[in-house]
């Protein structure tokens, strides 16, 4: 038995960053003590499928894979790509949606492709992949903590253009008036989103890819994914 962590336990501590509408955000009436989304009935639906407790503990999106570490959680749900770079250090699950980055931009903007950005001021969102294609496109940009802070930054005109994952870019622009998605397939590879866990950790890997498999073979996450799509 480990030391900390709580694997052989009835209860999985799923991390999350509830700042990622339609995935997860707060709300009174969340599926799960006061968090609601796709990502939090996915994961409320493996502790039923398991016959376990579910717990979610909010933190900083840059701290799950830390807290996965040092065992504060048992696995992260967060709308989380499975890059290369993050397994090196996490075991991902099976895949269970794809995403893409999008630009946001202000109606009637010059920016229609992944190159209009050039020498424009970019917002992007400080350790999500949005950053991570930014920087490796080579255009220089401003990290700010929140998607929400990025939007504003837009509606206010201090920056061009927000690069971030679509599902949540439709979620604020139809909060936000005046603002529309720009896509690039070409620029912007799809990405897959998958729940981590500490490197071994298999016998909760296995838990939640039983749960997974089941629900994306019966459309339950399509029906949380249309469920939640403006949420
Ligand atoms: N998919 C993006 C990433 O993995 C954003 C995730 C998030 O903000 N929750 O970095």
């Not at 005046?178 to 296995?206: H, M, Q, W």
């Amino acid at each position: 038995l480990t030391g900390c962590g709580s694997s052989s336990s009835d209860k999985i501590v799923f991390g999350t960053n509830a700042e990622f509408p339609p995935f997860e955000f707060k709300s009174t009436n969340g599926v799960i003590d006061g968090y609601d989304g796709i990502d939090m009935a996915i994961a409320a639906k493996i502790g039923e499928n398991a016959g376990k407790e579910v717990e979610i503990a909010n933190m900083e999106f840059d701290s799950l894979l830390v807290a996965i570490q040092n065992g504060q959680i048992d696995a992260a749900i967060a709308g989380m790509t499975a890059t290369e770079e993050r397994a090196k250090t996490v075991d991902f699950s099976t895949p269970y949606y794809t995403a893409t980055q999008v630009m946001v931009v202000k109606e009637g903007s010059d920016i229609k492709t992944a190159a209009d950005m050039e020498g424009k001021s970019i917002a992007v969102v400080q350790g999500y992949t949005g950053e991570t294609v930014v920087k490796d496109l080579g255009y220089q940009y401003e990290a700010f903590k929140k998607g929400t802070e990025c939007i504003l930054e837009l509606v206010n005109g201090k920056c061009d253009v927000v690069v971030i994952d679509s599902a949540t870019a439709k979620d604020y622009v139809g909060d936000n008036e005046g603002l529309v998605i720009v896509e690039d397939p070409s620029a912007f590879e799809s990405e897959e989103y998958a729940i981590a866990v500490k490197k071994g950790n298999t016998e909760l890997l296995n838990t939640i890819n039983e749960a997974i498999d089941k629900m994306l073979a019966d459309g339950t996450i399509s029906e949380f994914a249309a469920k939640y799509a403006d949420a």
